[in-house]
C-alpha cells in the first residue's frame, strides 16, 4: 500500500476557530519561546549530574509520547490502544508544548495530504529554516481543520483545548524537586525536544536516502532516527504512513530492519494488553514499493 502520487490541488479552506481556541492554540509558540529564553536559567544555575539525568528523561519519556501515541497511534491509526493509554499519553505528549491532540493531528494531515507542496505547514521547499520552525509563527500554524474522531472524544478534547496546563505543571514539579537548577533542566530539555522533532519536518526532508518511492522529498536519516526513537526512517513512513514500524529500508535487492525504539515500545504495549493489532506492511509490498537504482 504505497503513498498516492504527488497532489497538485490547493490547500482546503481555513477552519473557523473561536477566540478561546486561538488564544489556547497561540500559546503554544510563546510557550516555546519562553523555553527558549528560560534554557539561559542553566547558564547561572549550572546543571549537575541529577539536572542533567533529569534533561534526558523528561526528554526521552516525553518524545515518546509524541511518537507512540500523537504520531502513530492517533495520527495514522497505525495500532489500537485502550482510552486511557490515549489520554495519558496526550497528557505527557503536551508537557513538552507540542500543543494538543486535535492540533497535532490536524496539522500532520496537512503535511501528509500536501507534503513538499503549497499546503504542507513546513514545506522543505520554501528552506530548510521555513520546516524547521519559521512556519510556527506563520499562518500555517493553524491546521486547516480539526479531527472528528480527536474531537469526539471529550477528555483529548478537552487536553487539546488545556494543552499548556500539563508544560507548565511540570515546569512546577521541576521546581519543587530541584529548584531553579531543575527547572533550567525542564527549559533545556523542552527546547532540546522541541528541534528533535523539528529535525523530523527539515532534516528528514534534505538529507539521507530515499529506498522507497514516496511521492515528495522524505528521507531515511540515521542521526534523526536516534534523536526521535525511530522516526527518522522518514521515507518508509512517507511510503506507508499507517506502518507501526517504521524502521525498515532496502540493501541489494532485500529488506533490512533498523533499530526503531518506538515500535519496540508498542510491542510492549502489545504484550501488557495495552494495545493491539499493530500494522506493518508486508515484504511483498515493500519490494513492490522499493526504489532501485
Given at each position: 500500500?504505497?503513498?498516492?502520487?504527488?497532489?497538485?490541488?490547493?490547500?482546503?479552506?481555513?477552519?473557523?476557530?473561536?477566540?478561546?481556541?486561538?488564544?489556547?492554540?497561540?500559546?503554544g509558540?510563546?510557550?516555546?519561546?519562553?523555553?527558549?529564553?528560560?534554557?539561559?536559567?542553566?547558564?547561572?544555575?549550572g546543571?549537575?549530574?541529577?539536572?542533567w539525568?533529569?534533561i534526558?528523561?523528561?526528554?526521552?519519556?516525553?518524545?515518546?509520547?509524541?511518537?507512540?501515541?500523537?504520531?502513530?497511534?492517533?495520527?495514522?491509526?497505525?495500532?489500537?490502544?485502550l482510552s486511557?493509554?490515549?489520554?495519558i499519553?496526550?497528557?505527557?505528549a503536551?508537557?513538552?508544548t507540542?500543543?494538543?491532540?486535535?492540533?497535532?493531528?490536524?496539522?500532520?494531515?496537512?503535511?501528509?495530504?500536501?507534503?513538499?507542496?503549497?499546503?504542507?505547514?513546513h514545506?522543505?521547499?520554501?528552506?530548510?529554516?521555513?520546516?524547521?520552525?519559521?512556519?510556527?509563527l506563520?499562518?500555517?500554524?493553524?491546521?486547516?481543520?480539526?479531527?472528528?474522531?480527536i474531537?469526539?472524544?471529550?477528555?483529548?478534547?478537552?487536553?487539546?483545548?488545556f494543552?499548556?496546563?500539563?508544560?507548565?505543571?511540570?515546569?512546577?514539579?521541576?521546581?519543587?524537586v530541584?529548584?531553579y537548577?531543575?527547572?533550567?533542566a525542564?527549559?533545556?530539555?523542552t527546547?532540546?525536544?522541541?528541534?528533535?522533532?523539528?529535525?523530523?519536518?527539515?532534516?528528514?526532508?534534505?538529507?539521507?536516502?530515499?529506498?522507497?518511492?514516496?511521492s515528495?522529498?522524505?528521507?531515511?536519516?540515521?542521526?534523526?532516527?536516534?534523536?526521535?526513537?525511530?522516526?527518522g526512517w522518514?521515507s518508509?513512513h512517507?511510503?506507508?504512513?499507517?506502518?507501526?514500524?517504521?524502521?525498515?529500508?532496502?540493501?541489494?535487492?532485500?529488506?533490512e530492519?533498523?533499530p526503531?525504539p518506538?515500535?519496540?515500545?508498542i510491542?510492549?504495549?502489545?504484550s501488557?494488553?495495552?494495545?493491539?493489532?499493530?500494522?506493518?506492511?508486508?515484504?511483498t509490498?515493500?519490494?513492490?514499493?522499493?526504489?532501485w537504482?
Open positions: 500500500m504505497q503513498s498516492s502520487s504527488r497532489r497538485l490541488s490547493p490547500k482546503p479552506s481555513q477552519q473557523r476557530y473561536s477566540k478561546l481556541t486561538l488564544i489556547s492554540y497561540w500559546s509558540p510563546l510557550l516555546l519561546i519562553i523555553c527558549h529564553l528560560g534554557s539561559l536559567l542553566a547558564v547561572s544555575t546543571l549537575s549530574l541529577s539536572a539525568l533529569w534526558f528523561l523528561l526528554y526521552e519519556v516525553r518524545m515518546l509520547a509524541i511518537t507512540s501515541i500523537y504520531h502513530r497511534l492517533l495520527t495514522h491509526r497505525s495500532y489500537h490502544a486511557p493509554v490515549k489520554w499519553g496526550s497528557i505527557i503536551c508537557s513538552a507540542q500543543m494538543g491532540p486535535s492540533w497535532w493531528k490536524g496539522h500532520h494531515n496537512d503535511h501528509h495530504r500536501y507534503s513538499d507542496q503549497p499546503g504542507d505547514p514545506n522543505s521547499v520554501k528552506g530548510f529554516s521555513w520546516s524547521h520552525c519559521r512556519w510556527l506563520s499562518e500555517s500554524f493553524l491546521p486547516s481543520s480539526l479531527p472528528s474522531d474531537e469526539r472524544d471529550c477528555i483529548l478534547r478537552f487536553i487539546d483545548r494543552h499548556f496546563l500539563p508544560a507548565l505543571a511540570l515546569a512546577l514539579v521541576s521546581y519543587t530541584g529548584g537548577e531543575f527547572l533550567a525542564f527549559f533545556v530539555s527546547t532540546l525536544l522541541f528541534h528533535g522533532v523539528a529535525t523530523v519536518n527539515s532534516l528528514c526532508h534534505w538529507f539521507g536516502s530515499q529506498p522507497f518511492n514516496s515528495d522529498r522524505s528521507r531515511n536519516n540515521w542521526f534523526v532516527a536516534i534523536l526521535t526513537l525511530g522516526e522518514h518508509c512517507h511510503t506507508f504512513p499507517w506502518s507501526a514500524r517504521q524502521g525498515i529500508t532496502t540493501q541489494k535487492g532485500n529488506i530492519y533498523l526503531d518506538t515500535f519496540w515500545f510491542n510492549l504495549l502489545t501488557l494488553r495495552l494495545a493491539s493489532k499493530p500494522k506493518v506492511p508486508l515484504e509490498e515493500l519490494l513492490s514499493a522499493a526504489k537504482s
